[in-house]
């Protein structure tokens, strides 16, 4: 089974700032790494899959890097809306899929 | 648009059995693969279950192994868990989640609202 580990847990940051969230796998996903947003009380939104292509509807402040066992997201300015807790999932190896812990992006 | 409806939530003692449903609409139901994925309240995500488009093949998490049953009618656009022997660490929000139309690559483009099982005596 391959672990999914997010860093940081809690990313404080003020509205027009940056956010860089992190996740690494315990071995290779190539590039097959999602990320997604959740928000209070919602259902997990897709963000981005093959770790850099954006789904439909996902705004291009939000950008995703990285292949092997290190990936990034990064909310190039934040918004409002965009406070909430975002998971990453690897779909390389399975089953079981699986998804990091989470980073929870907070106001500062 | 696409539309994952879940329903079967409620609470059960431990032991015992619940049958989770999804309808599905918006979408050709029996083009795609599903799946369960689960939430313990204030937990993250774990994934619990496949299944492919035309029914065979199911996957599971090997911590429902044995207890959980997935199917689907493509004819109803509709797929169920069947979850036996219960157990408190099963509590969680279940959600329906639609794999992505890209076959092979298994991230999840819509998810439904989830709905919630509790496990208590």
């Known amino acids: 089974e391959i672990a999914m580990t997010q860093s940081p847990a809690t990313l404080s940051v003020s509205p027009g700032e940056r956010a860089t969230l992190s996740c690494r796998a315990s071995?290779?996903?190539?590039?097959?790494l999602a990320w997604y947003q959740q928000k209070p009380g919602q259902a997990p939104r897709l963000l981005i899959y093959?770790?850099?292509t954006r789904a439909t509807g996902t705004p291009a402040r939000f950008s995703g890097s990285g292949s092997g066992t290190e990936f990034t997201l990064t909310i190039s300015s934040l918004q409002s809306e965009d406070f909430a807790v975002y998971y990453c999932?690897?779909?390389?190896?399975?089953?079981?899929?699986?998804f990091g812990g989470g980073t929870k992006v907070e106001i500062k | 648009e696409v539309q994952l409806v879940e329903s079967g939530g409620g609470l059960v003692q431990p032991g015992g059995s619940l049958r989770l449903s999804c309808a599905a609409s918006?979408?050709?139901?029996?083009?795609?693969?599903m799946h369960w994925v689960r939430q313990a309240p204030g937990k993250g995500l774990v994934w619990v279950s496949r299944?492919?488009?035309?029914?065979?093949?199911?996957k599971y998490a090997d911590s429902v192994k044995g207890r959980f049953t997935i199917s689907r009618d493509n004819a109803k656009n509709t797929m169920d868990l069947q979850m036996n022997s219960l157990r408190v660490e099963d509590t969680a929000l279940y959600y329906c989640?639609?794999?992505?139309?890209?076959?092979?690559?298994?991230?999840?483009?819509?998810w439904g609202q989830g709905t919630l099982v509790t496990v208590s005596s």
């Open positions: 989640v639609r794999e992505s139309p890209d076959r092979g690559t298994y991230y999840f483009d819509y």
């Open positions: 918006g979408f050709t139901f029996s083009d795609y693969w």
């Open positions: 299944i492919s488009n035309d029914g065979s093949n199911p």
């Open positions: 071995q290779s996903v190539s590039s097959k």
């Open positions: 093959g770790a850099s």
């Open positions: 999932q690897q779909y390389n190896n399975w089953p079981p899929l699986t």
